[in-house]
């Protein structure tokens, strides 16, 4: 167990809908990162938060938002959902980026979005 | 050109062999290298963590750095069934803490 929660475990839902997958880092970690993992895609970095503000951005879609809140824990909203998002969405935490050794990412258990 | 390459595999070995996985890449910048383990539509699991060039070991694992051939490997020793997974490299350097990951090598060890 990595200590990074993730829910929900799996979200079935239609084309064009919104939905809210939530992760909360491990203790003591500032940095949550999104990542989205696909079969023809592998895992591709979205969006990174360090200590509640954006830190950089990966290849997320404008129709793909994220937010890191005072305690820490992140939103990940996908909106006018189409076929194609259908994917693992992973979240992960880090300490302190920028100090050697302190680099490592943490993965949670992942969210199975499937759209239909 | 992506900026890390990793053979997809599969690659199926039987039990007891030693396996070699491997990555190039391109980004000289980069400076931390790490592998992780990835069982069926589980969460990547972080087997080992190398930071600029040299050798890490770890139980059945050992982790290898060439920063001038830009080339990383794991090297896992008597190989179990249980170690077949998806193998994922991932590197990264900078402030940010990004890391790239390679597209995984999907390893069989064969009872």
């Known amino acids: 167990d990595s200590g990074v929660t993730q829910t929900p475990k799996h979200l079935i839902t239609a084309t064009g809908q919104r939905v809210t997958l939530r992760c909360s880092p491990r203790s003591g970690d500032l940095s949550v990162y999104w990542y989205q993992q696909s079969l023809d895609q592998g895992l591709q970095f979205l969006i990174q938060y360090y200590n509640g503000e954006e830190r950089a951005k990966g290849n997320i879609l404008e129709r793909f938002s994220a937010q890191q809140f005072p305690d820490l824990h992140s939103e990940l909203n996908l909106s006018s959902l189409e076929l194609g998002d259908s994917a693992l969405y992973f979240c992960?935490?880090?300490?302190?980026?920028?100090?050697?050794?302190?680099?490592?990412?943490?993965f949670g258990p992942g969210t199975r979005l499937t759209v239909l | 050109q992506k900026e890390v390459e990793q053979d997809p595999g599969p690659l199926s070995v039987p039990e007891g062999a030693i396996v070699s996985l491997n990555c190039t890449y391109s980004n000289s910048a980069f400076q931390y290298f790490m592998w992780y383990r990835q069982y069926s539509r589980k969460g990547p699991e972080l087997l080992m963590y190398?930071?600029?060039?040299g050798n890490k070991e770890d139980g059945r694992f050992t982790a290898q750095v060439d920063k001038s051939s830009k080339y990383i490997s794991l090297f896992i020793r008597d190989s179990q069934p249980s170690d077949s997974a998806t193998y994922l490299c991932?590197?990264?350097?900078?402030?940010?803490?990004?890391?790239?990951f390679g597209t995984g090598t999907l390893l069989a060890v064969q009872p």
């Open positions: 190398t930071y600029s060039s």
């Open positions: 992960a935490s880090s300490q302190l980026p920028g100090l050697a050794g302190v680099r490592e990412q943490f």
């Open positions: 991932a590197m990264g350097g900078g402030a940010t803490n990004k890391l790239i």
